[in-house]
């Protein structure tokens, strides 16, 4: 299990962009894949986005072209790139590895105007 902070919600009006930064408390290297997934108020948590330790993305389909995700194994560091923000992307933000059962405390995106 790896712990895992993220950091860098807030309130953005739509149209604007975030960064998401999440931090593990160890080694990611060994981590096959790192995802993202949010949770709206509301609603089921989703899956977002995902890395492999080799760079290869994927993404839900209603962030592919807005949101990019991005790993630093060195610095033990998943980002997630948000543009365009909605208002239907406002929810709390989870990092994780993949096949694993860690839930950090996430991070709140507020996007209203």
């Known amino acids: 299990q790896v712990q895992l902070v993220e950091s860098g919600g807030g309130l953005v009006q739509p149209g604007g962009s975030l960064r998401l930064s999440c931090a593990a408390v160890?080694?990611?290297?060994?981590?096959?894949?790192m995802a993202w997934y949010r949770q709206a108020p509301g609603k089921e948590r989703e899956w977002v986005a995902d890395?492999?330790?080799?760079?290869?993305?994927n993404y839900v389909d209603s962030v592919n072209g807005r949101f990019t995700i991005s790993r630093n194994n060195a610095k033990n560091m998943v980002y997630l790139e948000m543009n365009s923000l909605q208002p239907e992307d406002t929810g709390v933000y989870y990092c994780?590895?993949?096949?694993?059962?860690?839930w950090g405390q996430g991070t709140q995106v507020t996007v209203s105007s």
């Open positions: 160890r080694s990611i290297l060994s981590i096959k894949i």
């Open positions: 890395i492999s330790s080799s760079g290869s993305t």
């Open positions: 994780k590895d993949i096949w694993g059962d860690y």
